[in-house]
């Protein structure tokens, strides 16, 4: 978030003007990355896309995303915790399609699950949110360093029994 399209232009070999022919400020050009990303979230969602089980397909979807976040920290970080990418959008008073279709599926997951029998008398937004939250948790913990009270060999293990954990108390409601 510190840098700046002078910095930008200097590490790709561009001048500043030539970034400014394509992206107003800085702002834009994260938020033109900030899109990019979510491209390769979705993709790793499709991934999981084939499972019929609708909860074994939710429980994918989860495994999906955090290794996604843990793969593409830098990406992660600007897709969910850097706020420039989002100021791109208050300026034009857009809504946040890449969160809205990346929730949407995740939503639609959800909704298979309910009419599966799964999740009954919760509603759709409230499990989606917690879903998405508790996983986000994850990810964001470690990479904002939350994790290093534990051994540097047992974070990422220690992170995926947790969301395994997670898994077990979502069949179970």
């Known amino acids: 978030e510190k840098t700046s399209i002078r910095n930008i232009a200097d590490a790709i070999e561009y001048s500043p003007g030539t970034i400014y022919l394509y992206f107003k400020d800085k702002n834009e050009l994260l ?25 074994d397909q939710l429980i994918g979807m989860g495994e999906q995303y955090l ?5 593409n920290p830098e990406l992660y970080d600007l897709m969910f915790l850097m ?3 989002i100021e791109a959008l208050a300026c034009s008073d857009d809504i946040w399609e890449d969160g809205n279709r990346a929730f949407g599926m995740l ?9 599966a029998g799964h999740f009954k008398g919760y509603d759709l937004d409230d499990l989606s949110m917690m879903v998405w939250a508790t996983v986000h948790g994850l990810v964001t913990l470690h990479l904002r ?4 009270m534990f051994d540097e060999s047992e974070r990422i293990p220690r992170l995926i029994r947790a969301l395994e954990l997670f898994s077990q108390t979502l069949k179970s409601l």
Do not use: W
Not at 31 to 53: D, P, Q, R, T, W
Not at 67 to 71: A, D, S
Not at 107 to 115: E, F, G, I, M, N
Not at 145 to 148: D, F, S
């Open 31 to 55: 938020f033109a990355l900030h899109s990019e990303s979510f491209i390769g979230l979705i993709k790793s969602f499709e991934a999981v896309a084939y499972i019929e089980n609708p909860m």
């Open 83 to 85: 706020i420039s990418p």
């Open 145 to 148: 360093k939350r994790t290093l």
């Open 107 to 115: 939503k639609a997951v959800v909704q298979r699950c309910l009419d």
């Open 67 to 71: 290794r996604y976040g843990l793969e």
